[in-house]
């Protein structure tokens, strides 16, 4: 069963960084070149999940949501089975709780949309105070 664990996250300022760490163990169940991609989604209070960040995997290809380009870097270590999340000059709109999820293997669907992804974290609550 692969498994998905959040950390990193907490409260700051506007303006500090954060850097988020996911850690997904059970891969066993992956070709040897890991998982198609990874992503970052966040569901700030009382709105939808929306998209933040992904990784293809095995090429490092990386994608952002409108609201963080700049700002956030998506990374992978692949030795770690770990994907982070840098968060530069963060924002009270920022506030959130963020998830990591990952694709197992090849979709149609691309990485920005939830329905690509085939397992979840449980979440790590960012805030951001003015």
């Known amino acids: 069963q692969v498994q998905l664990v959040e950390s990193g996250g907490g409260l700051v300022q506007a303006g500090d960084s954060l850097r988020l760490s996911c850690v997904f163990s059970?891969?066993?169940?992956?070709?040897?070149?890991?998982?198609?991609?990874m992503g970052w989604f966040r569901q700030p209070p009382g709105k939808e999940r929306e998209f933040v960040a992904a990784i293809r995997w095995r090429i490092d290809m990386t994608y952002y949501a409108d609201s963080v380009k700049g700002r956030f870097t998506i990374s992978r270590d692949n030795a770690k089975n770990t994907v982070f999340l840098q968060m530069n000059r963060l924002k009270p709109d920022d506030t959130a709780v963020y998830f990591c999820?990952?694709?197992?293997?090849?979709?149609?669907?691309?990485?920005?949309?939830?329905?690509?992804?085939?397992?979840w974290g449980q979440g790590i609550q960012v805030t951001v105070s003015s």
């Open positions: 999820a990952l694709v197992r293997g090849y979709t149609d669907y691309g990485l920005r949309p939830e329905r690509a992804y085939d397992y």
């Open positions: 059970g891969g066993s169940t992956f070709n040897p070149y890991g998982p198609y991609g």
